[in-house]
Structure formats: structure tokens, C-alpha cells
């Protein structure tokens, strides 16, 4: 008997971004593996009478190892449940949804995507600025700012980054972005390019900064203990506001 997984991007944590298949799939799990940050209001949409389980990773806090939540997919899937796995923005952006595809793939079970809005739309939107623009910004690249070991990646395209005529949008890169910064600067991008911090994006204590690329790593470099979900704008789009 095998049952079947929905992977719901949830979104940035508004409940409100979620789109209707994936609220519908959420009425309907008997089963439902959640991150950190899909988490509060929008499990309000579950099934009451769904079994709810938290599986989320966070940087630098005691987090649900990636092995662990394959495991329990395959489990649940296993007894015939509708499982969802609802993951913070959209499922595909460094999700880590491949790993867990492939272990269904392995045990032979099925699934289904359902897309969602990633944090970058996310954050653009709530600062009032498109994330490209005709003849100047034509073009969006996402990267993630930490690799396994939570360091800057030694092996980014850097002259792809430094593109003044881009919009690039940094994931999980709150504490390397002043190197990131730095590495920017030496190849070229300019040292007061816009950027824009927005954190917490969904929730009641989101925010948005705006700063050049030197402020903001100053600013970053100076911040400690800093934990809530923040994604990072940079590029000449990232300094328009009302």
C-alpha cells in the first residue's frame, strides 16, 4: 500500500500567498512534515484532524537532519497517507527538494510539485519595485549565499554577479554577505550599488532596509545573533522606492 506526497511551496509565511491547490491539498493530508517557517497561521489550513510534524532547519539552531525527514516521507507514504511536505517559498529554490524527490523515486512512490511565491517576488513586491525592467535589468540570478558548511561558496560566477545590468537576489547570505560584498567590489560592481534586506517577509515583524552594497555589509557585518529569514536584493532595481 503506498500513499502519495504533495510538496506545497508555502510561501514566505503569508497564508494568504498560498495558492488554492496547495490550501486544497493542506484540507485533505492525513499527514502533514512542515519547515520552520511554513509554520503558525498557515497550518490553520490543515486538516484538524491531520498529524502535524515539525521538520524544519534553521542556521545555527538545533535542526531536523535532512536524512531523517526522507525517512519519515517514505514511512507515512508507506501506510497509504496523503502526505504533504509544505516547504517555506517555492519548494524548488534551494529547498533541498531534489534529495527528497529522489528518495520517493527510490521507493517507488508518487508525488506531485505545486509551485509557490519564493522570497525574491516576495520581497520585490513588498518594496514596490519589479524585479526587472526593459533594456536595463533584463535579467534575475538567484544564489545562495552559504554552502554546506554555511560559508561563502569559493566557486560562484563572479563576473556574472558583478553585473550592474542584473538583479540578483541572495539566499541564506545575511552572514557572508560582507565578503560577498567585498568579492563584488574587487570584480567591478560598484561600491554604491543598491540593495535592499527584506527579513521576515509575511510576518507581523517584517522589514525592509534599504543601503548600498557597502552599508549594508557594514551593516551585516556588525549585526550578531541575528536569526529571523532574510533574503537580500542587490542591483540598480533594489534602490527605487516611493
Not at 514566505?12 to 493542506?26: M, V
Not at 567591478?188 to 517577509?201: I, K, Q, R
Request: aromatic share 4%.
Amino acid at each position: 500500500m503506498s500513499g502519495f506526497v504533495s510538496f506545497i511551496s508555502a510561501g514566505p509565511g503569508d497564508p494568504e500567498l498560498l495558492t488554492l491547490k496547495g490550501a486544497t491539498r493542506l484540507r485533505e493530508a492525513d499527514v502533514v512534515l512542515y519547515d520552520d517557517l511554513a509554520s503558525g497561521a498557515m497550518l490553520d489550513l490543515a486538516n484538524p484532524g491531520a498529524n502535524l510534524v515539525a521538520v524544519g532547519k534553521r542556521a545555527g539552531r538545533p535542526s531536523t537532519k535532512q536524512q531523517h525527514v526522507n525517512r519519515l516521507l517514505v514511512d507515512y507514504a508507506a501506510t497509504g497517507a496523503r502526505v504533504v511536505r509544505l516547504k517555506s517559498g517555492d519548494a524548488g529554490i534551494f529547498g533541498r527538494l531534489e534529495e527528497e524527490i529522489e528518495t520517493l523515486r527510490a521507493a517507488d512512490i508518487a508525488y506531485e510539485i505545486i509551485p509557490g511565491v519564493t522570497s525574491a517576488c516576495a520581497a520585490a513586491a513588498k518594496a514596490g519595485i519589479p524585479l526587472t525592467r526593459r533594456h536595463t535589468s533584463r535579467r534575475v540570478q538567484f544564489v545562495t549565499g552559504a554552502d554546506v558548511t554555511g560559508e561563502l561558496p569559493s566557486n560562484l560566477n563572479w563576473a556574472a554577479l558583478a553585473d550592474p545590468d542584473a538583479t540578483t537576489v541572495v539566499y541564506m547570505g545575511r552572514r557572508t554577505f560582507p565578503a560577498l560584498a567585498a568579492r563584488l567590489i574587487e570584480h567591478g560592481l560598484a561600491p554604491d550599488t543598491p540593495a535592499l534586506l527584506a527579513e521576515s517577509l509575511g510576518r507581523s515583524d517584517e522589514r525592509l532596509f534599504r543601503a548600498t552594497i557597502t552599508e549594508l555589509a557594514e551593516q551585516l557585518a556588525h549585526a550578531e545573533g541575528a536569526t529571523t529569514a532574510a533574503v537580500i536584493l542587490f542591483g540598480a532595481l533594489a534602490g527605487d522606492h516611493d
